[in-house]
């Protein structure tokens, strides 16, 4: 599978579970099984609650904003530019603080979405 697309582009729709968020599905488990990308949007102020993903790695790249994220049993604060991951039975979470909305760019491998 080869794509190319352009991150101006993907439709924001919000997010199934979590009010104050949007989700826009850039590959999806029906184009590729091994892999989800989507774009998070998360309004400040939000918090994601903590969780975990039964068989997923989340592999995060901060595009925007600044937040608080729940990783190592620890909240540690990010911002732009700054990757995170986190393995499959992991507790994690975010908070997004700050004025602007939080933008991430995460991988689920395998699919999640």
Do not use: C
């Not at 995170?84 to 689920?108: D, F, M, N």
């Amino acid at each position: 599978m080869a794509l190319k697309t352009n991150l101006n582009k993907v439709s924001m729709k919000p997010h199934p579970k979590f009010d104050g968020v949007k989700i826009g599905y850039v590959v999806t488990k029906e184009i590729h099984p091994e892999l989800s990308i989507i774009l998070l949007e998360v309004s400040p102020g939000v918090e994601i609650p903590n969780h975990t993903h039964e068989k997923e790695i989340d592999s995060i790249l901060i595009l925007q904003g600044e937040a608080e994220t729940f990783i190592n049993n620890e909240w540690t604060p990010v911002k732009e530019g700054d990757i995170i991951v986190i393995g499959s039975k992991e507790l994690h979470g975010l908070r997004a603080k700050g004025e602007v909305p939080l933008k991430a760019y995460i991988i689920h491998a395998p699919a999640l979405w």
